[in-house]
């Protein structure tokens, strides 16, 4: 069973940067896409970006997209979530889950992480 853990999160003022990584345990992330999700407060889950097994599939979030930069180091059987120019709707927990392919949603996730808190905030 793979043990997924996120760090990274925080509070940051908007125009800001965070960087959430997540670690694997237990398991080859090689073997896996990286999602991750976010879920604020009364809201839906969303997915957020994912990574294919081998780079070449990447997905964002329309809202995401240009600021947040999806990375995996299969080496260090972690992956990342460069987050730049966060803006408060983008406050949330962040989940890092794996999967066999990349897909907005949360089918044929197999393992989650515990989350990460995000807040975006002067």
């Known amino acids: 069973q793979v043990q997924l853990v996120e760090s990274g999160g925080g509070l940051v003022q908007p125009g800001g940067s965070l960087r959430l990584s997540c670690s694997a345990s237990g398991g080859t992330l090689s073997n896996y896409a990286i999602r991750w999700f976010r879920q604020a407060p009364g809201k839906q889950r969303e997915g957020v970006s994912c990574?294919?097994?081998?780079?070449?599939?990447?997905y964002y979030l329309d809202s995401v997209k240009g600021r947040f930069t999806i990375s995996r180091d299969n080496a260090r059987n972690t992956g990342a979530l460069q987050m730049n120019n966060l803006k408060p709707e983008d406050t949330a927990v962040y989940y890092c889950a794996v999967a066999p392919l990349c897909r907005a949603t949360a089918d044929g996730v197999h393992y989650w992480g515990q989350g990460t808190q995000v807040t975006v905030s002067s």
């Open positions: 990574i294919s097994r081998r780079d070449d599939s990447l």
